[in-house]
């Protein structure tokens, strides 16, 4: 098991900061449970799955392995695998920090306008832990609603806080909607 | 002469014959014409009228004579029949001519016009006259009377209905324009044409009423809202009779009625004064039921519509208040408490009903059911209710509205009353040894899921009461092993007979604090609050509720208090109070009578009713969820809503949050296709 001197360890290795976002990716290959923890399995299984066999290719990779994330299907992917990932072992839901901190790495890589504000929104409004369900709808908003909500529905089915951040952004003049 | 024109068709002479009759007839017509025309006046009609009744018998007597002809040489010729040809001509060379025609039509009008303004005229001329243009066809009577008699009597009545409405009130209005559709419906009776009666009323109709519509029922001082509030049986049912005669004039009256309904409604549940006696408020809102029950009855005969009308003006504003299924229970209290003392079985199926009615407008029913468990409770505990019939027949009465759910808890709460009585007769049989000269316990053994969920708080009982208490503990437990017992001090009463004075004996009838309480007393002549406070356990809000009620209240001031302040201090002494006296031998100092809550209390119930409807709401999705597999958001919403109606409106809001938690604890999943769409997971 590699735990977290061992993922340090490794990131020194690779020259990377731990919150380097190709650290996210590359968990993903490995199909990592928990963030900073890698067993045997995993940590050999990854690396094939990247298809290096040293920790020199491994560095060589790190490029590719960041542009992964541009990439709309692999994005999808590792946005939702990072929710289980990120998460304490035995917890169902996100806590509030940790989940604002993923989002943040996340799409500093996929640009979203209203990223600060939802996160401010969480803090200011919400205050607790972020179930499954908003999390990968989340995606879906940011994908398919434009920063000034025109294509918003309120009988679209969005998770009740995303309702919530829609009223929050409308009665902070952040948008206009006509009601 | 008979045989003369008989043989002069079988002599192929009929031709002949016939233009000799036309061209005759013809002739003698004109003349008549100049005769009739000739008459000055009144007599002009009479002789119209003479000349007509002579021309009919002449024509009668040519038919007769002429009789082979019609039969044989018309038809084959295609010419008039004799008859025919004889009205045709007359028609013709009298009605139509020239100085006739118009002159006719104009005595006519004016006949009708003059007995509308009062004047009695000649009707059996008027009779003949009209009768006769009927003879003459159809069409006659049409063209040349009834299409300008039509025409003049809209314009007579839209100038006399702007008249009326100009000086008159309403209901006179309305009196006048009965008044007026029913001259004309008589006038057609006697004479004129059966077929003109369903014409000239559609006229006044829509003259006298349905222009006037809107302003008759806005009137100020005497439309339809005054007619309402003072009860004008008489004028409304007219109004009603009137106006079902027009297109939507039933409406008209109707959509006023409803709104007016629903101002007034408004006013009334939103009004601080009312709401301070809760059950005056409900009274306010049966009599208000009542008064419009019997308007619709007596003067609008039993309409369905506007008795849904009412229904949903009630449905709405009694909902516009949230505290109305508290009232309305608060109002059932005081009367099952005392309102109905002496009152016939009648009478009280009679006001049940009536509340019931009230209920059913009710969006929140798991409300009033909430409060109608407390009140209930506390009549039962406290012995106070005036007849137990009464109490069943309600039950049985929301049992028939809202199903077994709704009433079981209720029923286990007497039932429960029921079965402590039995269990103690059982336990004084078999106990009274052991007890000896202790003090007599009545124990109400509650169910817990039945009875309003109460916390026990601590409370610190003299010994001897909590020696009987373990008695009877023991005893129960007993004979129902497996079962666990919390006393419910803050629930119970007490009878205590106290020496006051001299010798001035009373029996006290308190709550169990209040005689933890006195019992310390007993001990002695003078306790602080604080010593009160640890000798009792009683949580400090209620402790010094109670100290208030045995020192502060008038002729209950059991307790002297230093100082002699209003309300209760932590600093504060008290005394036996050796100087009470009462006029009554027994003196009730316990209070466990139902009032409305106060603000906390209200929001705290208001709390415990939203977490009630969470479980109900996810009962009812997975209810759903499990029959149709997959469904999309806004069915499950509308799904939800009406499976749960019964008993309140769910707040979409919350079916969504309550969805999103059942995605959570993976009952449900969004579908992968479509995120709108939800399945279920075995």
Redesign the interface.
Known sequence: MIMVEGTSQLCNDLLVDPQDVVMLVISWHMKAATMCEFTRQEFIDGLQSIGVDSIEKLREKLPSLRAEIKDDNKFREIYNFAFAWAREKGQ??LPLETAIGMWRLLFAERHWPLIDHWCQFLQVRHNKAI????WS?LL?FVKTIDPQLSNYDE???W??LI?EFVEYLTENGCVQRNK | MCRSAYNMVLHKYGEKLYNGLESTMTWRLKEISKSIEAAQGGLFLEELNAKWMDHNKALQMIRDILMYMDRTYVPTSHRTPVHELGLNLWRDHIIHYPMIHGRLLDTLLDLIHRERMGEVINRGLMRSITKMLMDLGPAVYQDDFEKPFLEVSASFYSGESQEFIECCDCGNYLKKAERRLNEEMERVSHYLDAGSEAKITSVVEKEMIANHMHRLVHMENSGLVNMLIDDKYEDLGRMYTLFRRVPDGLSTIRDMMTSYLRETGKHLVTDPERLKDPVEFVQCLLNEKDKHDKIINVAFGNDKTFQNALNSSFEFFINLNNRSPEFISLYVDDKLRKGLKGATEEDVEGILDKVMMLFRYLQEKDVFEKYYKQHLAKRLLSGKTVSDDAERSMIVKLKTECGYQFTSKLEGMFTDMKTSQDTMQDFYAKKSEELGDGPTLDVHILTTGSWPTQPSPPCSLPPEILAVCEKFRGYYLGTHSGRRLTWQTNMGTADIKATFGKSQKHELNVSTYQMCVLMLFNTSDGLSYKDIEQATEIPSTDLKRCLQSLACVKGKNVLRKEPMSKDISEDDTFYFNDKFTSKLVKVKIGTVVAAKESEPEKQETRQRVEEDRKPQIEAAIVRIMKSRRVLDHNSIVSEVTKQLQARFLPNPVIIKKRIESLIEREFLERDKADRKLYRYLA
Do not use: I, L, V
């Open positions: 169902k839901s179930s499954r369900d908003t709808q879906e009988e679209g089915a998770p009740y309702d």
